[in-house]
């Protein structure tokens, strides 16, 4: 089975332009969950989309935004990007019910560099 | 609010080494708790995990008990190998944000020979 896929890899922007990242889940899966990792703040959890529904939020400004689509597949959006958004970013899927915990698998994730 | 914290790194042990990574948690519900590891320009890989007191998870010779009483899930391992070398995350989830894991800061491990 093919496990969780991320693109594009690699990405460089410039502050105040717009990014759009991809994510596709082990087939199956209808959780998937995003994380932002840096040096500095480490990994921490942006969102949680299920069957095209955000369920869980992290602490983050509305400048970040992310949706799932039918096939289970999501995207996030960053907005007016700073300087502080480089990052890689990395997106779990999981078969994850409600109320349950089931095993997320990582993509390699998306590294991307703001200029 | 929940947190994990693990030991400083990095950790340099020579091959054959034993290995501990201390982790210990704060969290308002009832956690699972899990390792996860980071090979170089690489995601995260789930090394192993424990759902309830007393559990011990285990993967590739590593080892972790959920400990309730000390709020600790540390990590060994008899003997570290070359191949070991990365970075190691402790992290928790509890019931009702079951998809929103809370990370440690991460532990860089370092194996030589």
């Known amino acids: 089975k093919a496990g969780v896929t991320q693109t594009p890899r690699y990405l460089i922007k410039t502050r105040g332009q717009q990014v759009t990242l991809s994510c596709s889940p082990i087939s199956g899966h209808r959780s998937v969950s995003w994380y932002q990792q840096t040096p500095g703040q480490g990994l921490q959890f942006l969102f949680e989309y299920f069957s095209e529904t955000q369920r869980n939020k992290g602490n983050f400004p509305g400048r970040f935004s992310g949706r799932q689509f039918s096939n289970s597949r999501s995207e996030m959006n960053v907005s007016t990007l700073e300087l502080g958004d480089s990052a890689l970013y990395l997106c779990a899927s999981s078969l994850s019910g409600p109320g349950g915990f089931e095993t997320q698998y990582f993509g390699p994730g998306t590294r991307l560099l703001v200029l | 609010g929940d947190s994990v914290t693990q030991m400083e790194g990095p950790v340099t042990l020579s091959e054959e080494a034993f290995l501990t990574i201390n982790c210990t948690y704060t969290a308002t519900g009832y956690p699972s708790l899990f390792w996860y590891v980071q090979y170089p320009g690489e995601g995260l890989q789930l090394l192993l995990k424990a759902t309830k007191a007393d559990d011990k998870g285990s993967n590739k010779g590593f080892e972790a008990t959920y400990r309730k009483e000390t709020t600790s899930f540390h990590l060994e391992k008899g003997s570290v190998q070359v191949s070991d070398s990365a970075v190691y995350f402790c992290?928790?989830?509890?019931?009702?944000?079951?998809?929103?894991?809370?990370f440690g800061t991460g532990t860089r491990l370092q194996v030589t020979l």
């Open positions: 992290a928790l989830s509890v019931t009702g944000t079951a998809s929103k894991l809370t």
